[in-house]
């Protein structure tokens, strides 16, 4: 199982599976094995649209309607793609499989053209929290990487009745603009350093003028050892069209460190994230062991979570963007999470 699993071989996988019984716990071998550079661009089927909140939000939907839940959260400068090689492995074993694209990203607009193009933490957990009402999903496996893996962190925070479990790479990463304007020492400042330029007209601007090029080299600096070709990136890069896309992504670093406000809407979520409240549902936390991109220490997060939990360093030259460079592994802890 360690190639992509194409929809014949999709289907087949999940009737023996599920007839020995355990279509949830299946196991995928070579874990810590790094995803094909390219993968079937049809492998998330077709995109869909539903109005959730101040969205109308493009998702995709794999797998049976009554398997149980797992929705996939990417980050920046990532998008659904991501997920090509996790989303039909989880699908061939019984389980839905809800893909969706941020604010700003691929198919997603905002309903009114007068709201704020707001990338804040708490906007962006709303959004997932309202998606979920609108699809009629009373709890699910959250799962995901940077921004994805932070709205992961706040939803099983702050509405554990909707997070059965949580699968977070690089861990507890729920943040507060008080502890944005700390200083940090100069070689974490260093790490940081497109959140400065983006506070900046020049870099606005030049994220503007230079946004595939940008996040290309964002791409190399965070997986220094991915591969990955032209192809996969341009994929991906075809979600940063979206014309709200520079806004929130300028929004979201701006207000982390306390340049421009919020909504008042989303000031009491934010308000309990400042205490920096525990995780109390079951937990794998991951680490690729070659992420170039900024990112905390698992010991320093390991308290946060004070339900059942493991952490999985996953080696091979694993970067930032481990569901997609480490498919397998992110796949299997998805699986694992719901017998911790």
Not at 12 to 31: H, Y
Not at 110 to 131: K, T, V, Y
Not at 141 to 157: E, M, N, P, Q, Y
Request: proline content about 6%; hydrophobic content about 45%.
């Amino acid at each position: 199982m360690n190639q992509p699993i194409v929809m014949g071989r999709r289907r087949l996988l999940a009737a023996s599976i599920m007839e020995a019984g355990v279509f949830q716990f299946a196991v995928f071998s070579n874990a810590s094995a790094a995803a094909p550079t390219s993968v079937d661009v049809s492998a998330l089927g077709a995109v869909r649209q539903i109005e959730a909140g101040s969205l109308n939000v493009g998702y995709f939907d794999l797998g049976p309607r009554d398997g149980p839940v797992s929705i996939l959260l990417h980050g920046w400068p990532y998008d659904v793609h991501a997920f090509d090689d996790v989303a039909p492995r989880l699908a061939a074993v019984g389980h839905r499989v809800i893909v969706p694209y941020l604010r700003g990203y691929g198919s997603t607009r905002f309903l009114s053209e007068h709201s704020l193009r707001n990338g804040q933490q708490g906007a962006i957990a709303a959004d997932i929290i309202a998606l979920m009402d609108a699809l009629r999903i009373d709890q699910a496996v959250l799962a995901g990487f940077d921004w994805g893996a932070r709205t992961a962190c706040i939803i099983a925070a702050l509405w554990p009745q909707r997070c059965k479990a949580l699968v977070s790479v690089s861990g507890y990463l729920i943040g507060n603009q008080q502890a944005g304007r700390q200083p940090l020492p100069p070689k974490a400042e260093l790490a940081w350093w497109y959140q400065f330029y983006f506070a900046t007209d020049r870099g606005a601007a030049g994220y503007a003028a230079n946004c595939r090029e940008f996040n290309r080299l964002i791409w190399s600096l965070a997986s220094p050892q991915w591969r990955f070709d032209t192809t996969t990136y341009e994929r991906t890069a075809q979600s940063f069209d979206n014309p709200d896309h520079v806004a929130i992504v300028l929004h979201n670093y701006r207000w982390r460190l306390g340049i421009v406000p919020g909504e008042a809407r989303f000031d009491e979520i934010e308000r309990l994230l400042v205490a920096s409240p525990q995780i109390t549902v079951p937990t794998i936390t991951m680490e690729g062991d070659a992420n170039g991109a900024p990112h905390p220490e698992p010991a320093s997060y390991a308290s946060k979570f004070t339900g059942k939990y493991q952490h999985r360093n996953t080696t091979g030259g694993i970067g930032h963007n481990l569901p997609q460079e480490a498919p397998i592994a992110f796949a299997q802890a998805i699986l694992d999470v719901y017998r911790l």
